[in-house]
């Protein structure tokens, strides 16, 4: 049929980003304290840089306990305050990072969001028709529930190779599971990302066996007092805001 070869274009994508990140921001909690958002920008530069990626990368960071990141169509990433809080290194943030602008750098972003979707649909609620049902549909798609497991092994080799190239630890991504794994328990917003990548045990092993013999750099990106910068303002948001439930 047509709607298999079809493909949403650049504009409706663009839309799309636009209305899901407007969904977001009206009912989340925004941090726009530079002290946070320039250190994690410089970092999405950097590793985009590094690797070559030209698209534009938007930065949004939610205040939330929870520990999450996810992307949006047309370059939106969304990084929630609690994992910037869970990371003691700057390797382990670059990790995620890097995971995530993989699943757009890969395409998995939309690719998800039509098959849990439907491409028509998708098209309709990006070019004006009646999409507000849809784009909720989109943001609880794509903020808690799994890619399947090829793309999210995709993600995991790609974020490696990204942080090589960097000059960063790229066993950072490895750290960060394992320590999100280790406090599930005790902290449940913890299982938040876990939640929607599944396997973390296996996930942890892949990435330490795809490095085994391989000599790589274990460079900051950024100057250590602007990590430290970053890590002790984010620690300093009180009572923050947890997000609302998709309805």
Known sequence: TILKIEKVSHDTEEKLGNLLWETISSSEQVVDDP?????????????????????????????????????????????????????DDESELLGVLGHEIAHMERKHVMKKLTKEIGLSVLISAGTGGKGSAVIRQALKVLSSTAYDRRLEADADRSSVRYLIKAGSDPEGLAFILDKIASQQGEQPEYAEWLSTHPDTEARVQEIRRSLEGKNYAKNHLVDPSYWKELKTTAADLQDPVSPASAN
């Open 35 to 87: 002290a946070i958002q320039q250190p994690v920008d410089s970092l999405v530069r950097l590793l985009c840089k590094a690797n070559g990626i030209t698209r534009k990368i938007h930065v949004h960071i939610l205040h939330s306990d929870e520990l999450n990141a996810f992307a949006l169509p047309a370059g939106h990433l969304v990084i929630y305050t609690g994992l910037v809080n869970a990371c």
